[in-house]
Every structure is written in structure tokens, then in C-alpha cells.
Nanobody
Framework: VQLQASGGGLMQAGGSLRLSCAAS????????MGWYRQAPGKERELVAG???????NYGDSVKGRFTIFRNDAKNTASLQMNSLNPEDTAVYYC??????????????????WGQGTQVTVSS
């Protein structure tokens, strides 16, 4: 499975961005798709995850502001990010797991990772 992330960029605080992740290859093996982010000097953290039955989980810092979508017909997972703030500045990575995940996913649950896309939010 190959994952291609797109949609990052520079945005002012309070604005919105939408990230997209396109999957190719053995896409039939994908069970869970997710987004993680890593800011300089910080550990990679879960942003959002969605199963193939549309069960979703969000990181505490993005709940109520970010929404994850999945379109299996197009093999994509998107992340709508609203009310952005400077603390959202990070490299965002999409990820996919061939196995079901019980509860909130951990980064170790994901076998496939995209290349990352930079999101920068200015104050």
C-alpha cells in the first residue's frame, strides 16, 4: 500500500485546511486509516483515525475542530481542519492499517505511512 498525502500549507489562526490521503496498491487490505502529526521537538501524536465501519477516534486537542472522512470508492481519507491555531503547526502524516484496531489506535498499529505534509498556522 502506498499513501500520498496532500493539502498542507500556510494558514492564519482561525482558518481551515483540508488534507487528503490517496491510497494505492493493495488497498483491499486497508482496515483503519488515520492521521498523525509531529511538531518539532515533540512526539508523533494521533490526530484522527477511522475504521472501515466508520468508527472514528480523535486526539483530545482536535476534538470538535477536526473531522476525518473516508471514501473507500475513491480510496481516500480526508481531514477537515477548522479553527486552526498555531499549536496545530506540524507535519501531518496519513497512515493505514491492514488489521482492525480495538479502541483508540496507536501509531504501532499502522503498517503504512505517507510522506507527510507540512501545516503551518500563523498567529
Amino acid at each position: 500500500v502506498q499513501l500520498q498525502a496532500s493539502g498542507g500549507g500556510l494558514m492564519q489562526a482561525g482558518g481551515s485546511l483540508r488534507l487528503s490521503c490517496a491510497a494505492s496498491g493493495s488497498i483491499f487490505s486497508i482496515n483503519v486509516m488515520g492521521w498523525y502529526r509531529q511538531a518539532p521537538g515533540k512526539e508523533r501524536e494521533l490526530v484522527a483515525g477511522i475504521t472501515n465501519s466508520d468508527t472514528v477516534n480523535y486526539g483530545d486537542s482536535v476534538k470538535g475542530r477536526f473531522t476525518i472522512f473516508r471514501n473507500d470508492a475513491k480510496n481516500t481519507a480526508s481531514l477537515q481542519m477548522n479553527s486552526l491555531n498555531p499549536e496545530d503547526t506540524a507535519v501531518y502524516y496519513c497512515a493505514a492499517s491492514p488489521k482492525p484496531v480495538s479502541g483508540v489506535p496507536d501509531s504501532s498499529d499502522f503498517s503504512f505511512w505517507g510522506q507527510g505534509t507540512q501545516v503551518t498556522v500563523s498567529s
